[in-house]
């Protein structure tokens, strides 16, 4: 079975930084593109970074310049670098990662996501 296991948020004051983490656990055959996402109280989840296994990135624009995204490939793992927190990046934030299954007659792509790990950004 599959897992996605967050942990790094937290209560920061307004300026200030955090660092993500989520692991990826499981029988798994290979990850494609991994990710960040959010969803704030009263509002719809949306994408904060995203990384491919070959280390391209894409960020919201809300955050570019802010925040960053890296991958460990080995260990399965994603980060996310959260510096110069606004309060209106408070919200919890989602692991996703799109895995896939392959041999010589089939591809098999899932997505799996984490539990999620809240962030506060207050003074």
């Known amino acids: 079975q599959v897992q996605l296991v967050e942990s790094g948020g937290g209560l920061v004051q307004p300026g200030g930084s955090l660092r993500l983490s989520c692991t990826v656990s499981?029988?798994?055959?290979?990850?494609?593109?991994m990710g960040w996402y959010r969803q704030a109280p009263g509002k719809q989840r949306e994408l904060v970074a995203t990384?491919?296994?070959?280390?391209?990135?894409n960020y919201a624009d809300s955050v570019k310049g802010r925040f960053i995204i890296s991958r460990d490939n080995g260990k399965n793992a994603v980060y996310l670098q959260m510096n110069s927190l606004k309060p209106e990046d408070t919200a919890v934030y989602y692991c996703?990662?799109?895995?896939?299954?392959?041999?010589?007659?089939?591809?098999?792509?899932?997505?799996?996501w984490g539990q999620g790990t809240p962030v506060t950004v207050s003074s």
């Open positions: 996703a990662a799109d895995t896939y299954y392959s041999n010589n007659f089939l591809y098999c792509p899932h997505q799996y």
């Open positions: 499981g029988s798994i055959f290979g990850i494609n593109t």
């Open positions: 990384i491919t296994n070959g280390g391209s990135t």
